[in-house]
């Protein structure tokens, strides 16, 4: 008590104190970065390696093995994965989280990759980069157009560099539109006609088209640098540079066996934008930059650079992460303008306006508060810090309530507003801090989640946790000298919980006296609620297959379909989906060329016959209510399509929250692949039994056409022809060969040789090119080699450097859960195993992710119980009121399975992590109620008095606390503001969780209690 009465002497250093938070708060709020999801490290690498005009065989042999076995090396590496496909490899490599320092692992996978020897003279060097969630676009355009490849290519560029300009940009790509090269594209009839091959052309540029440094000449009089020969690098230049000349000085120039043009070098991949081929342009923001100001400024400086684009020009805005970070700032404000307003009315209705004022002041003190905390800790204004500022809002209030409520108590028993004051918060302080480290406690563990689900989510509890510490210290500290200057004594209580107290004080009376039968109907509410929750915790999801982002329509149609033909195809489906978008897509865009099976955590695939189509859906906060119906007309567009042009069509969703796999993966990894293949055709039958489950597929592809090159040997030997040769020739006929770069507007340009041919040129035409035998003459590859037709994949996929086959699938949760299925799926799966000994069948995608998280979930929930055992007995001094205080978790966990059941929602990751903070806010109850209690006996009660009198004293303040955090909920949970459905199962635990909890311990705790007379025995013995 001398602490607080000295305190309220500094009544003016506190005012003033009060004023540096609220002017630093808003400076933070003003300053702070907003970004739109917080800075994850997916200790994530990835490698990627060209290998122009070569088989997914070929790249797995002569690429991937040698890089996978330097990576195998390396220590630390907790998995790595990769996919060859025709011309390129990748391999992502993921870091073992625990391991003490990720930046050495990822040092040494770089110097590891730089060891591998032995790659062909073709490949390019491989390329490797960190995944962090800071390279994640911002903004996304497409640019469209009837423009000639070349006058594209020079206006994409020019946007690029335009956009690359801004403070903010960190880096400007694009997709759908190829590098500029410089093409010799020769003519195989005049090379014959000139007795000149393929191969002595190449040879002829490599050796003669760019200059040479000939070394430094000195004497006596000048030093001098000598250079010989000079760079080819324009196309008059290459048209009459001469690749063969006789005696009489009559040559062969280039331009007389070759066409030489700039244009773009061909591409497997297109994109298309709502039907159209389109070039699309992604940009990424620097780290440090601000995402609203960042694309505020960008849309408003290209409006002003449009004028700058060709009349056939067109560009449009697309997947603009800004909005929704603004819009997530709009409904943080509506719900927590809402809110408060709410709270005001509640603390007006059960105290009076000026107590209500004096505690409601606590909630801009302490989010400003908690900002500039936030500020000071360098975390960003993202949507998970969103998340827990309407999270804690309405619990901010809960401590200055009992407070305010003590001191409103103390000035009606006639103390003076001083007196008052001080006495009120001195009584209160010990239960008011125990109560608020708790709640801290219950929020601290989450912090400790592992991986990238932790790393998501601990900003949640890290907001709600400086917040509250700001809370506490405007309830204990300055909330009191507001309230002495404030609150004045009134002569009687509010008539309405005067009515209420006294009807309480009856029930009280004669629970306490029929225990057994209070025991009894508790115990029948747990028994209930135990089956219920049973149900509950069988359809438990990571995230809710509501508030959808997007989807992706994943299309195969026949294999070896030309690209361009693939990309007619999806630019049909494209219109048909545009046609039934009614103003719910923000965007349709579509990759050809390139897929990723499964979604988010799925597998890369490329092929000609592959596309994927995109659709970003409105940010409009009612499309919740008409996402499904939308769903359902994409699923029936698509698959009318498959039907149409014999194409296989699957529907991907896009979950809110971090990326996870789909509720239905398992990887195969078998020596024998295809007995993989087996394995996922058992598996696929399976599920296809299972009602609710859909969109089964696999990551395996089908037989492709390829050709295999056949030499005679016995006759290339006779002929006394190189097999490198041969292999040099077809190998620029078919994909062409770069000889050299030349700079162009400061771009380095390649130099492509190649042979001129016509759509419908055939493999036979390329063996119809001649190589030069031993005595001179140009002989045609077909003398001695053949084609034959082979079969193979169009993309390999390995795990661990074995091939690996991903079985991928999803589930209607109205139906049944991730969890459902994969355990009705188990008696099938050990059959299989049983079958294969040899093969490896792991669980992975979102259900490894959801027993991982719940895992993790447990092990914190019991470390937070521990924690608040702790502050319970040191605030008691005892380990026996832990126990009795303990017991309100139970009815927390009952307020959790009806809360949900209720609202039929699903329990998920965001529920688990309001259950654990539940446990911290619902054992408050109990401790203001035993902490009462103790007072009571202290002063001569018996237990079954100081158990009534204490419970009618402490009813106002409990019921005013749970029904500000409920209200302070109610916006995120019915959508007063927008729905949010990543923070609706949160704000639903905790809200309504509470409000039930809190029920059951004012109806049944103190009975509870009275049986427990060690605790009178206990407080005499003091």
Not at 188 to 208: F, G, H, K, N, V
Not at 881 to 887: E, H, N
Request: hydrophobic share 45%; glycine share 8%; net charge neutral.
């Amino acid at each position: 008590m001398k602490f607080f009465t000295w305190l309220h002497k500094q009544s003016l250093f506190i005012h003033y104190l009060t004023i540096i938070i609220v002017i630093v708060g808003i400076m933070a709020l003003l300053g702070i970065q907003r970004e739109a999801r917080p800075n994850v490290n997916f200790n994530r690498v990835a490698v990627s390696v060209a290998y122009p005009g070569a088989s997914p065989s070929d790249v797995e042999e002569l690429i991937i093995d040698p890089i996978e076995e330097k990576i195998a090396e390396v220590d630390g590496v907790k998995e790595y994965r990769s996919v060859s496909f025709s011309g390129a490899g990748a391999i992502s490599v993921e870091i073992d989280d625990t391991y003490p320092d990720v930046d050495e692992i990822i040092d040494e996978i770089r110097r590891k990759v730089g060891e591998v020897k032995g790659l062909p003279d073709e490949v390019e060097d491989p390329f490797v980069t960190e995944i962090k969630a800071v390279n994640i676009p911002i903004l996304r355009l497409a640019v469209y157009g009837d423009l000639p490849p070349l006058e594209m290519k020079y206006e994409v560029e020019r946007l690029k560099d335009y956009l690359s300009r801004f403070p903010g940009v960190q880096n400007v790509s694009y997709t759908g539109l190829t590098d500029l090269q410089l093409k010799i594209l020769a003519d195989p009839q005049r090379l014959a006609q000139y007795d000149m091959t393929l191969l002595e052309m190449i040879q002829s540029l490599a050796s003669w088209s760019r200059q040479k440094p000939g070394g430094l000449f000195e004497n006596d009089q000048e030093a001098a640098n000598i250079t010989i020969g000079e760079d080819y690098n324009t196309i008059e230049k290459l048209r009459t540079f001469v690749l063969r000349a006789n005696d009489s000085n009559l040559g062969v120039s280039l331009a007389e066996v070759a066409d030489v043009r700039f244009d773009t070098e061909t591409s497997q991949q297109v994109s298309t934008f709502e039907g159209q081929n389109a070039t699309l342009i992604t940009i990424v923001k620097k780290p440090s930059a601000d995402i609203v100001n960042t694309v505020e400024t960008i849309k408003k400086s290209l409006v002003s650079y449009e004028k700058n684009l060709p009349a056939s020009l067109k560009y449009k805005l697309y997947t603009d992460e800004s909005v929704r970070v603004r819009s997530q700032l709009k409904t943080v404000a509506q719900n927590a303008g809402f809110g408060m307003l709410l709270v005001l009315i509640v603390l007006i209705i059960n105290l009076d306006w000026r107590s209500a004022m004096v505690t409601s002041l606590g909630i801009p003190v302490a989010i400003l508060g908690g900002i500039a905390l936030l500020y000071f800790q360098g975390a960003t204004m993202n949507t998970l810090v969103l998340i827990g500022m309407i999270v804690v809002l309405g619990m901010l209030v809960d401590d200055a309530i009992v407070v305010c409520e003590n001191i409103y108590s103390n000035l009606e028993r006639g103390l003076s507003p001083t007196q008052a004051a001080i006495k009120g918060v001195s009584e209160i302080a010990i239960p008011v801090v125990a109560t608020v480290l708790t709640t801290i406690f219950a929020f601290s563990p989450i912090l400790l989640m592992k991986g990238i689900m932790g790393q998501f989510i601990s900003v949640i509890p890290l907001t709600v946790i400086l917040m509250l510490i700001v809370s506490l210290f405007e309830a204990l500290i300055i909330l009191p000298i507001h309230a002495h200057e404030i609150m004045r004594p009134k002569k009687a209580k509010k008539s309405f919980f005067k009515g209420f107290e006294s009807v309480y004080r009856r029930y009280l009376n004669w629970s306490v006296n029929h225990r057994w039968l209070s025991i009894l109907a508790l115990l029948l509410v747990f028994v209930a609620s135990a089956f219920q929750g049973k149900i509950l915790f069988s359809k438990f999801t990571l995230f809710p297959a509501t508030g959808l982002t997007g989807v992706s329509v994943r299309v195969e149609v026949a294999r070896n379909t030309p690209i361009d033909q693939t990309a007619g195809m999806v630019n049909v489906l494209s219109q048909r989906l545009e046609a039934i978008s009614g103003g719910d897509f923000e965007s349709l865009y579509a990759n050809v060329g390139q897929v990723t099976t499964g979604g988010a955590g799925g597998s890369r695939q490329n092929g000609s016959h592959l596309a994927a189509i995109s659709i970003v859906f409105t940010s409009d906060p009612d499309f919740i209510d008409r996402e499904k119906d939308v769903l359902a007309k994409i699923r029936q567009v698509s698959r009318e399509f498959g039907q149409e042009f014999q194409a296989s069509t699957t529907v991907t969703i896009s979950r809110p929250g971090p990326p996870v796999g789909k509720p239905i993966q398992f990887q195969i990894t078998s020596r024998d692949f295809s007995e993989a293949r087996l394995i996922a055709d058992e598996l696929k039958k399976g599920f296809q039994t299972i009602q609710g489950v859909h969109s089964i597929e696999t990551d395996a592809d089908g037989d492709t056409k390829s050709y295999r090159i056949k030499i005679d040997n016995n006759l290339a030997v006779s002929e006394g022809v190189n097999p490198s040769n041969i292999s040099r020739t077809i190998f620029a006929a078919s994909t062409g060969v770069v000889t050299s770069e030349i700079l162009r507007n400061n771009d380095k340009v390649e130099i492509l040789v190649g042979i001129k041919a016509s759509g419908e040129a055939t493999i036979a035409d390329i063996l119809k090119l001649r190589v030069r035998n031993k005595v001179g003459q140009a002989v045609p590859i077909a003398v001695f080699a053949k084609a034959v037709v082979e079969k193979g994949p169009s993309s390999i996929q390995r795990l661990d450097g074995v091939k690996t086959l991903t079985l991928f699938g999803e589930v209607d949760e109205k139906v049944i859960s991730g969890k459902e299925a994969n355990d009705k799926i188990q008696p099938k799966l050990s059959q299989i195993r049983d079958r294969f000994p040899n093969a490896n069948i792991a669980t992975g995608g979102g259900e490894k992710e959801r027993v991982d998280a719940l895992k993790d979930t447990f092990r914190l929930y019991g470390l937070a119980i521990i924690l608040i055992f702790m502050v319970i007995s040191l605030s008691f001094q005892s380990v026996i009121y832990p126990f009795l205080v303990l017991i309100a978790i139970p009815f927390g966990l009952v307020g959790v399975v009806w809360s949900l059941s209720l609202h039929d929602t699903p329990l998920s990751l965001m529920g688990m992590v309001g259950v654990v903070g539940l446990s911290g806010v619902v054992v408050n109850v109990s401790i203001i109620l035993l902490s009462f209690i103790q007072q009571e006996l202290r002063d001569g009660m018996d237990l079954k008095e100081a158990v009534i009198n204490a419970g009618v004293r402490r009813l106002r303040p409990i019921v005013i606390t749970t029904l500000t955090t409920l209200i302070g909920l109610l916006p995120s949970i019915y959508g007063v503001g927008g729905v949010d459905p990543f923070v609706q199962p949160l704000s639903l635990v905790l809200g309504w969780g509470l409000a039930f909890a809190t029920a059951l311990s004012v109806l049944f705790l103190p009975s509870l209690i009275s049986f427990f007379t060690i605790i009178a025995r206990k407080v005499k013995e003091r």
